[in-house]
């Protein structure tokens, strides 16, 4: 069986860009805000 990759829509990439590039996140930090994995923002 395989997994299906999950879609974010444009307006949660958006929100994790400026977490990390405009406040001054960590990836890590971001991620763990966002609650999702940190590959996702990798």
Same mark, same amino acid.
């Given at each position: 069986? +395989? #997994?299906? !990759?999950? *879609?974010? @829509?444009?307006?949660? !990439?958006?929100?994790? &860009?400026?977490?990390? +590039?405009?406040?001054?996140? #960590?990836? @890590?930090?971001?991620?763990? *805000?966002?609650? &999702?994995? &940190?590959? &996702?923002?990798?």
């Amino acid at each position: 069986m +395989t #997994k299906k !990759r999950k *879609n974010y @829509t444009q307006e949660f !990439r958006d929100s994790a &860009v400026k977490l990390i +590039t405009e406040q001054g996140y #960590k990836i @890590t930090e971001a991620a763990r *805000n966002l609650g &999702v994995n &940190v590959s &996702v923002l990798a």
